[in-house]
């Protein structure tokens, strides 16, 4: 059983991140390819939030997955980064 404290503070997280997640993460593609480096950060603070909610509520799986599409969004972001650059066709 998790305390009325971090309760209290995983639905704040959770209530920030989901639809800053969302809202940023509705247009992935467009995001990568044109570099909205706004977006990314919203999607990077919002993900980030809602691992942090979800470790408070100890909640090992989902923490585990949304943790996951940090790392891979992270890493896709870094890799598109590169594509662009390197002057590979897009």
Known sequence: MVSTGRRRASNILLAIGY?????????????FTQRRLRRFLVLQAGTGAVVAGLALRRRRIPTL??????????????AWGRRGRSGLAK
């Open 19 to 31: 639809p800053a997640a969302a809202a940023a993460g509705a247009k992935l593609v467009p995001m």
């Open 65 to 78: 997955l949304n943790a996951g599409a940090l790392v891979a969004t992270s890493a896709a972001w870094w």
